[in-house]
């Protein structure tokens, strides 16, 4: 059974650093492209960064490029999100998703909430 399991949320003031992880089981993590995806409140669904199975190329989306950084750790089948400077609008709930071979999210886990407030 794949499992996706993102942690790491909380409510953090503007300017400040979080670090999503999210772990998984029932694949072979080595070998897979993920994905961070993100949904703030009363909007869709906005896919945030991704990374290739070997960790050798990411693409982050503009609006965060300069202070976020996806990562993994392939022997702990975990993903990262290391967000940095963090804005109000950065308040969202955060998932991770497996990408098939076509790039597409196939599976996803509950999300970790993040709200960037003073």
């Known amino acids: 059974e794949v499992q996706l399991q993102a942690s790491g949320g909380g409510l953090v003031q503007p300017g400040g650093s979080l670090r999503l992880s999210c772990v998984t089981s029932?694949?072979?993590?080595?070998?897979?492209?993920m994905k961070w995806l993100r949904q703030a409140p009363g909007e869709g669904l906005e896919r945030v960064s991704t990374?290739?199975?070997?960790?050798?190329?990411?693409h982050t989306i503009d609006s965060v490029k300069d202070r976020f950084t996806i990562s993994r750790d392939d022997a702990k089948n975990t993903l990262y999100l290391q967000m940095n400077s963090l804005k109000p609008e950065d308040t969202a709930l955060y998932y991770c998703?497996?990408?098939?071979?076509?790039?597409?999210?196939?599976?996803w886990g509950q999300g970790t909430l993040v709200t960037v407030s003073s």
């Open positions: 998703g497996r990408l098939n071979y076509w790039y597409c999210v196939d599976y």
């Open positions: 990374i290739n199975g070997d960790g050798t190329w990411s």
């Open positions: 029932g694949f072979t993590f080595a070998r897979t492209a």
